[in-house]
């Protein structure tokens, strides 16, 4: 039988409704990925989308030491009375305490690696007892099995696109760091607007799972261009404008060839890769969209692109100051960047900072 596509948020939710009918206490799931690469836990999909907490939250996985040993020993954790969180220093652990009684968490791996956690809370102390927790952890397996078809074929892809460019010996300005920055800036401008535009942490998760494909285009481009240390020539540069629609091409291949492990909201991705070099003014390419007939996901990679492109290094020019490349986005605002992301940018100005301190280029000189 044919079925259409469903979230795992929808996934999520049916899921919860079935277990409200015998156990009504546990009034909330929650499921947080883990990124190895930046030691982050966020805030993948919960069943309750009208709770007002903890949403599209992220904090640092060794800053929380009980899921740390959790993480750590493999085995789950239930906090019987979660009023000895009340005290606790991260905000998730205060929140979970206000409002809930009693806990019980997994977490869940692929081939040993950490993929993130299964939290289950409850409105009465003492409720995950053995008979409880051994139904649980059932639906953790099942949990487990809908979150890894969904988030393998990205994490696939990306791998995949990461391969070809090591074995062709491609090298560009997308260096690893550049792609967590890119990510990383995408998702302040997006967790600001989140409730303007409706984007659930679900959508949230997958615009940082792409974030590093939306250049994959530049694989069709020799590196004579891609290199060149100084200015490109007409010809240049318009050859160098085509990485966007042979990205489109590329992702045209890939949902054909991955038909069996399917690429979910991969809206996300064609807008990401065909619309983040489109500027509000219809100056951009490769369709001259203006405006707000740019997709919100281009607009947002346009703003964490060019700041992290102008405040590194490339061979053929040397980095701007922090302050000069905020300037440069605030100069364009409304001519070259949609003024909302701007300022959703400029407005989160310290984290912005602390991206760009954590994960700055070491020695290397990025092309």
């Given at each position: ?6 979230t ?61 040993e ?10 019987k ?14 929140v ?11 977490p ?41 078809s ?21 090298k ?84 054909k ?6 690429l979910?909201?991969i ?23 203006k ?35 905020l ?21 989160n ?19």
């Amino acid at each position: 039988m044919k079925h259409d596509f469903r979230t795992i948020t929808e996934e999520l939710y049916e899921l919860h409704q079935t277990l409200l009918d015998q156990w009504p206490h546990l009034v909330r799931i929650a499921v947080a990925l883990y990124d190895d690469q930046t030691g982050m836990l966020h805030t993948f999909v919960r069943s309750d989308q009208s709770q007002l907490f903890l949403n599209h939250y992220s904090a640092p996985l060794n800053e929380i030491p009980s899921l740390s040993e959790v993480a750590a020993n493999g085995k789950p954790r239930i906090i019987k009375d979660l009023s000895v969180l009340n005290e606790a220093r991260t905000e998730h652990s205060q929140v979970i305490s206000q409002n809930f009684q009693s806990s019980f968490t997994e977490p869940f791996y692929f081939n040993e690696a950490l993929l993130g956690f299964i939290f289950y809370d409850a409105t009465q102390v003492n409720y995950f007892d053995e008979h409880l927790t051994n139904q649980l952890t059932a639906y953790t397996r099942l949990m487990e099995a809908l979150v890894t078809s969904d988030v393998l074929p990205v994490k696939t892809l990306t791998a995949l696109v990461e391969t070809t460019k090591e074995v062709t010996r491609l090298k560009d300005a997308e260096t690893n760091k550049h792609l967590i920055r890119m990510a990383s800036y995408m998702e302040i401008i997006v967790i600001e607007l989140a409730e303007k535009f409706g984007f659930s942490d679900e959508q949230i998760e997958y615009m940082w799972f792409y974030a590093p494909l939306h250049d994959v285009g530049k694989l069709a481009i020799k590196d004579e261009i891609l290199m060149k240390p100084g200015k490109l020539t007409v010809d240049q540069y318009k050859t160098m404008q085509t990485h966007v629609n042979e990205g489109l091409m590329f992702l045209e291949t890939i949902e054909k060839n991955f038909k069996f492990q399917p690429l979910h909201h991969i809206n996300i991705l064609r807008d990401l890769i065909g619309a983040h070099h489109e500027r509000w003014d219809g100056s951009g390419y490769p369709l001259s969209l203006k405006g707000e007939a740019i997709p919100i996901v281009g607009r947002i990679a346009a703003v964490a692109d060019v700041f992290d492109a102008v405040s590194s290094d490339r061979v053929y020019r040397q980095a701007w100051p922090i302050e000069k490349a905020l300037n440069y986005l605030i100069q364009n605002k409304g001519i070259l960047f949609d003024p909302i992301c701007v300022d959703a940018f400029i407005k989160n100005k310290d984290k912005v900072l602390a991206v760009s301190k954590k994960y700055q280029e070491t020695s290397e000189i990025n092309p």
